[in-house]
């Protein structure tokens, strides 16, 4: 079943307006058969007619937005950002002399959990034993959301990049699935969360992974959610952008830095706003420095 220019227009403008995601021409396929399977379970004859249908119940939407979302992920995915993360950005962080022996790491746009969890075997194996670490777990879509507080997987999910000797030190089998082990749960905290929005009262951040999520916005939202994320993040905080974003211009806000094989973002400092004191106008620096000013 093909989908007309007009519903595939109404479909990219509910998922932009929801979730700042583009949906341009050319992925009519790809929104197709994700609306297929909606369609059949409505009872819809065609996909115009569900789009029809949709237009008219607030709930069906919340489902084509849900069924839109891109959620391809698999254990530590590209593997670099996570070898960088134990043997590069953890262990600057332990040797700071001074601060909580806390860490906040934020994983947005999580998917079903592989990232979250993944940074949260790694924190396991390296964690100092007396430091403690939360991982904030969010994706803009509650089905996802629901998968990271069940924290089960499976065999065909586990297959994809987990190594076997993490699938036993930190999964049980149970029935045709896999649950992580409680330890891990207890670690990462996730809630719904939408990247493009208003942004809730969150920690401090020391580390936020960004990855592979600001090529499906436009400019003006990559924009938006970079100078949300700076304002939650650390000052001498980390962030971790996919392979394909580091590249981006992330504007004066950030500094580039690399780790290993992969560059990571620290928050630039803020300029020095330079206030005029009264009674030095027009005074050379020269002038100010012989008078001690």
């Given at each position: 079943?093909?989908?007309?220019?007009?519903?595939?227009?109404?479909?990219?403008?509910?998922?932009?307006?929801?979730?700042?995601?583009?949906?341009?021409l050319g992925k009519e396929y790809l929104v197709e058969a994700r609306l297929l399977p909606l369609a059949v379970a409505a009872g819809q004859p065609d996909l115009d007619s569900y789009v029809s249908a949709v237009?008219?119940?607030?709930?069906?939407?919340?489902?084509?937005?849900?069924a839109l979302m891109i959620n391809e992920t698999s254990w530590f995915r590209d593997n670099k950002p996570f070898r960088a993360l134990a043997t590069g950005i953890l262990p600057?962080?332990?040797?700071?002399?001074e601060g909580p022996r806390r860490l906040n790491v934020w994983s947005a746009a999580c998917s079903s959990g592989q990232e979250p969890y993944s940074i949260a075997m790694v924190l396991d194996q390296h964690l100092?034993?007396?430091?403690?670490?939360?991982?904030?777990?969010?994706?803009?879509?509650?089905?996802m959301v629901e998968r990271v507080q069940a924290g089960?997987?499976?065999?065909?999910?586990?297959?994809?990049?987990?190594?076997a000797t993490s699938l036993?030190?930190?999964?049980?089998?149970?029935?045709?699935?896999?649950?992580?082990?409680?330890?891990?749960?207890?670690?990462?905290?996730?809630s719904r969360l939408?990247?493009?929005?208003?942004?809730?009262?969150?920690?401090?951040?020391?580390?936020?992974?960004?990855?592979?999520?600001?090529?499906?916005?436009?400019?003006?939202?990559?924009?938006?959610?970079?100078?949300?994320?700076?304002?939650?993040?650390?000052?001498?905080?980390y962030l971790v952008l996919g392979s394909s974003e580091t590249s981006l211009d992330l504007g004066e806000r950030w500094a580039r830095e690399t780790c290993g094989r992969i560059m990571l973002h620290r928050p630039a400092p803020r300029p020095r706003v330079h206030v005029p004191?009264?009674?030095l106008a027009g005074l050379t620096d020269h002038d100010l420095t012989a008078m001690g000013a």
């Open positions: 079943m093909s989908l007309s220019q007009q519903s595939f227009a109404y479909v990219g403008e509910l998922v932009h307006r929801e979730t700042a995601m583009v949906y341009a237009r008219e119940d607030v709930t069906e939407q919340g489902k084509v937005v849900d600057e962080i332990f040797a700071r002399p100092p034993g007396d430091w403690s670490a939360d991982v904030w777990a969010t994706d803009v879509s509650p089905t089960r997987y499976t065999q065909v999910e586990v297959n994809r990049g987990l190594p036993v030190d930190y999964f049980t089998r149970e029935g045709s699935e896999w649950a992580v082990a409680q330890r891990l749960k207890e670690m990462v905290r996730p939408n990247l493009a929005g208003q942004l809730p009262a969150m920690p401090r951040f020391d580390i936020v992974f960004l990855r592979n999520v600001l090529i499906y916005f436009d400019d003006e939202t990559k924009q938006r959610v970079l100078d949300g994320v700076r304002d939650v993040i650390s000052p001498n905080g004191r009264p009674g």
